[in-house]
């Protein structure tokens, strides 16, 4: 059995993680990533392959953390270059990046935010590809 592969993404107030080979994975260990989200009050989207984590996180802490957490997986990072890029002006994930924001909740925003920011989310569920 595949072990997991996590990417991880790092971002100024959380990271975000993407498991490509998901579906290969056994449903035992499929159970402990979302236990290990769950435990540190992340969201695991099922649709997009990906876990987010609020939390302030650099790579080497991360990668500490899923170990001491008893979870085998395999590590990539995904560098990201930071401009200047639009932030939520509303809700819960007030201040963060638009592409700090979980997918589900994006496409959430897509189908029922009516505001001035609606653009924003559109360009940026474009970028994801969703």
Do not use: A
């Amino acid at each position: 059995m595949p072990k997991p592969h996590f990417i991880f993404t790092q971002y100024k107030n959380s990271l975000r993680v993407y498991i490509p080979n998901l579906e290969s994975l056994d449903v035992t260990t499929i159970q402990k990533i979302e236990q290990f989200v769950l435990k540190r009050k992340g969201y695991f989207d099922f649709n997009t392959y990906t876990f987010v984590l609020q939390k302030r996180l650099e790579y080497k802490e991360f990668k500490q953390v899923v170990k001491v957490s008893g979870l085998d997986v395999d590590f990539e990072q995904n560098k990201i270059e930071q401009v200047s890029k639009p932030r939520v002006s509303f809700g819960q994930y007030k201040g963060l990046f638009y592409s700090e924001l979980p997918d589900s909740y994006l496409l959430w925003l897509k189908n029922n935010y009516r505001g001035r920011e609606k653009s924003i989310i559109e360009k940026e569920i474009k970028s994801r590809n969703l």
